[in-house]
């Protein structure tokens, strides 16, 4: 059993493979957080849920651990719930009334019920146990049983006790455009660290993850508490240490600019914000929720397919796309191997460049004067598929769209409208903007044989108004508008299960566990420097799978900073992920096309093992000048080592790479310049050498089992 109930003590115990978490009901009938970590019986936890008084300031401390914490009464720290009622109370005393258990078929599910102490507010906290990935979802159920509306201030969707440590020290990420996951810690002293997005989007900021260690947690050791929310608009995660020496982690929808009116008998849905336990380090929480993603998030007909390789040909045409010019590229990348063909912004509409024609999706007549279907057709005749980009999100002033309906944007009176990148966002949260949204999408996927779509935001929202709106209502537009680019997403999915999905927002503005419901792949970074790329995708892997991250070879020199590697390298920095190439085919000479051929072959047979294998960051780019990261397969029978060099001082010699994860008493060939064999406990206590040298140098290990 993964879940266990004392009813008489009322007290709550769940187990995963390797911890338990456990809370229970005070005298007072609040809900208390008692234990996070080790397995422990649930008999352990009586006698512990015992009132703290310090003084007529601090009369209640217990409530610092409280699982779900109102806003009311003798409690001072960061809410979780925050209301306000029909009379103009915002005191709220939730006490615990009932629990139910349910089974999802896979998972066990616990929601504990707590109501108000006077007015007609039930409160739903939902528990879901992922056992074999020592994970727990959870979030909350807000509930209006009365007949006035009820106004929603703050509605986080958990808080996360982290057990009382000497030192708390929080990692997570942050970064900005073309810098996008570059992971930071702080220690965590008395007040609060705030990661968190206002823009409308995930961001590229910020992420919404966090882990929580004593300062001690290494990569392959330690012990390490985690989170991640499932939200792609504003969110918050907030960590506070009290003066008690208590930490707790709230988190959830962003409170900025946020209120919602809760009418009689409507509830309110929290993001579910996922929480985890590691023993292993950094290393098993990432493998975790990477197992986690792949089986429990990723959308199920996608499951067990392979990302294919693409070649996406704006950095070969940008706007001035020709349907000749476009099908020379098709051969070229068709002789290389790839599977997929996408063409980018520029197909549609009067969109010449990136002033114009944006919201009106249409096909170009002049650069397709016999429509997709010409091209696609071409596509499929190489034995590719063909994919397609889009940004249904957004409107140039000059278009059709804005002409004929100038009041689909978020905009306030008297306030002239802020353009970035020559363009607006429209107002999701209309209907009839969502109508048009899906109708457009729809039409173009029924009339062209599309097999992939890249969902592109280019723009955070801003000016977050409408006409004949009430000012409150105004306040609910950052929700609504994920609420219905979920509910497109999930309409699209239905209707067109074989289109794979990627999400882009100018690189990695909108990469969360809630768009990866819908999207099978994220665009992690506009910046493909191969180099530059080593720190992002490790900032990526932290929480999200190889699979999802979506890798390109480009042209070298790159555009984010003039850097010139070789092709090698950026294939190695791309193979470690789900495989793109961007790069203008038609500067490719000869021997590099036939390079390339040669670097997709391969990663076809390594394409299994890095996408849905386990994966061990060996060296990391943030502490020297080397960075390693090896793939194995689920039975430990192959394994794949990128090593990549940044630059090499006096003609060092590198020092030996120790493996993990593999077989102890397994014998292994080792594919090097010189093969050889060892054992797998060889291979993790001694390691391998590394033939690097120079600057921006790189090599590909490959390791298979032949005997024991």
């Not at 009938?29 to 008999?43: F, V």
């Not at 159920?141 to 509306?149: A, E, H, R, T, V």
């Not at 070649?311 to 191997?337: C, P, R, V």
């Not at 209707?495 to 100018?506: A, D, G, I, L």
Request: charged share 20%; net charge negative.
């Amino acid at each position: 059993m993964t879940i266990q109930v004392n009813d008489e003590q009322q007290l709550f115990l769940l187990t995963t493979d390797n911890m338990c978490y456990g809370f229970g009901v005070d005298a007072k009938g609040c809900l208390l957080h008692i234990h996070w970590g080790n397995k422990i019986r649930i008999d352990d936890l009586a006698g512990l849920l015992q009132p703290y008084y310090h003084s007529h300031f601090d009369a209640e401390v217990e409530r610092e651990k409280e699982e779900y914490s109102p806003w009311g009464g003798l409690s001072f720290i960061e809410p979780a719930l925050k209301v306000k009622f029909h009379d103009g109370v915002r005191d709220l005393k939730l006490r615990y009334t009932s629990y139910e258990l349910s089974n999802s078929g896979e998972c066990d599910i616990l929601v504990i019920h707590l109501q108000d102490a006077y007015y007609p507010l039930e409160v739903r906290l939902t528990y879901t146990v992922i056992a074999g990935y020592d994970l727990i979802e959870r979030g909350a159920s807000l509930i209006n049983n009365g007949k006035d509306s009820i106004q929603l201030e703050v509605a986080q969707s958990a808080v996360w006790s982290i057990p009382a440590m000497k030192e708390s020290r929080m990692t997570y990420i942050a970064g900005k455009w073309q810098e996008e996951t570059q992971l930071k810690s702080s220690i965590i002293n008395e007040g609060k660290k705030v990661i968190e997005s206002r823009r409308g989007i995930t961001s590229h900021h910020a992420n919404p993850w966090f882990a929580m260690d004593d300062g001690s947690a290494k990569e392959a050791a330690g012990t390490v508490w985690f989170g991640a929310l499932a939200w792609s608009g504003n969110w918050k995660i907030t960590a506070e240490k009290t003066a008690f020496g208590n930490v707790r982690v709230v988190g959830g929808i962003n409170d900025f600019d946020f209120e919602w009116s809760m009418k009689a008998g409507e509830t309110f849905e929290t993001p579910l914000f996922i929480g985890g336990y590691s023993g292993e380090g950094f290393g098993g929480m990432s493998r975790r929720l990477h197992g986690y993603q792949l089986q429990y998030i990723m959308p199920s007909n996608e499951r067990s397919t392979f990302r294919k390789v693409l070649y996406n040909s704006w950095e070969a045409t940008e706007f001035t796309i020709d349907i000749h010019e476009q099908i020379l590229l098709a051969q070229k990348a068709a002789a290389m191997g790839v599977e997929l063909f996408v063409i980018d912004d520029g197909w549609f509409g009067k969109r010449n460049h990136d002033k114009a024609g944006l919201g009106d999706w249409y096909v170009n007549p002049e650069k397709f004067p016999n429509g997709l279907g010409e091209l696609i057709e071409s596509i499929n005749g190489l034995g590719m598929d063909f994919g397609i980009w889009v940004e249904p999100e957004m409107v140039n002033p000059d278009s059709d769209l804005y002409r004929n309906h100038p009041d689909w944007i978020y905009h306030f009176p008297n306030r002239e409208n802020s353009l970035a990148r020559n363009q607006l966002v429209l107002n999701l949260s209309k209907p009839e903007v969502k109508a048009f949204i899906l109708d457009f999408i729809t039409k173009l996927l029924s009339e062209n044989n599309i097999k992939f779509v890249k969902w592109d935001m280019n723009r955070a929202i801003s000016e977050p108004g409408g006409l004949h709106v009430p000012e409150a209502e105004q306040r609910e537009f950052w929700v609504r508008h994920v609420q219905h680019l979920y509910e497109i997403w999930d309409e699209l999915r239905a209707k067109f299960p074989e289109v794979t999905f990627e999400s882009c927002s100018s690189g990695g503005g909108r990469v969360d566990f809630g768009m990866l419901r819908y999207a099978d792949q994220a665009w992690v970074s506009d910046n493909t420097d191969a180099f530059d790329r080593l720190k992002i995708q490790e900032g990526f892997s932290y929480t999200y799978a190889a699979q999802s991250m979506m890798c390109w070879v480009t042209d070298s020199p790159g555009h984010a900073n003039n850097r010139s590697v070789s092709l090698k390298y950026r294939f190695h920095a791309a193979m470690m992920g789900a495989l793109g190439i961007g790069g203008n085919l038609n500067h490719w000479s000869d021997a590099e096309l036939s390079q390339a051929k040669q670097w997709v072959a391969l990663y076809k047979e390594l394409r299994p093992m890095i996408q849905q294998g386990q994966q061990y960051r060996l060296l990391s780019p943030r502490t020297g000048s080397t960075t390693a990261v090896q793939y194995v397969n689920h039975d430990a029978s192959e394994s794949a080592v990128f090593a990549f060099l940044h630059s090499q001082q006096f003609g060092n010699f590198l020092p030996r790479l120790r493996l993990q994860g593999l077989q102890p008493d397994s014998i292994y060939k080792v594919e090097t310049s010189v093969p050889f064999t060892m054992s797998g406990s060889g291979l993790m206590n001694i390691g391998i050498p590394l033939a690097l040298c120079g600057d921006f140098d790189s090599t590909l290990i490959r390791i298979r089992e032949i005997g024991t």
